[in-house]
């Protein structure tokens, strides 16, 4: 079951221009800038109620994010939902026919493993799967 939206990616150049802008947006200040090494993205998060949206900057030039940039310019990158197990969902979505691009989870920012679904089989939406490492023990 999926529990929520857990946050929504927005695909930047720059997260300190970029920061100051969702602050004015939202009201709201930025509560926490993460580094995921494994990305190649900066990431920096707001709270929206019980989502949050989650700016990414390219820390390389050949990091998923200055691709995005080059090909498509700034803007929505994910949509990332949130699951209790996120192996279990894995199968399922791949019995449903779901391209996975990650057929396991990997670590992400904010202490969520996380799997993309490839935007060709979702109707053109880059589509992450997370769950949160503290749901593991429950
Ligand atoms: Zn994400």
């Known amino acids: 079951m999926i529990k929520k939206v857990?946050?929504?990616g927005v695909a930047v150049k720059s997260l300190n221009e970029s920061?100051?802008?969702?602050?004015?947006?939202?009201?709201s200040t930025c509560y926490k800038v993460e580094e995921v090494s494994d990305q190649k993205v900066k990431t920096a998060f707001f709270k929206v109620g019980e989502?949050?949206?989650?700016?990414?900057?390219?820390?390389?030039?050949?990091?998923?994010?200055a691709?995005?940039?080059e090909k498509r310019g700034e803007g929505v990158h994910h949509i990332a939902f949130e699951v209790e197990d996120i192996e279990k969902k894995l199968v399922e979505l791949k019995e449903l026919n779901f391209q996975l691009?990650?057929?396991?989870?990997?670590l992400g920012a904010e202490n969520f493993l996380i799997a993309f679904l490839?935007?060709?089989s979702v109707n053109g939406v880059l589509?992450?799967?997370c769950q949160h490492q503290n749901e593991m023990n429950k």
Do not use: C
Request: glycine letters at 2%; zero cysteines.
């Open 19 to 27: 920061i100051p802008v969702f602050e004015k947006l939202l009201g």
């Open 127 to 129: 589509t992450e799967i």
């Open 101 to 106: 691009i990650d057929e396991k989870p990997r």
């Open 51 to 65: 989502t949050k949206i989650e700016l990414l900057e390219a820390t390389s030039p050949d990091s998923p994010i």
């Open 6 to 8: 857990e946050h929504i």
């Open 67 to 69: 691709k995005f940039i």
């Open 118 to 120: 490839h935007p060709k």
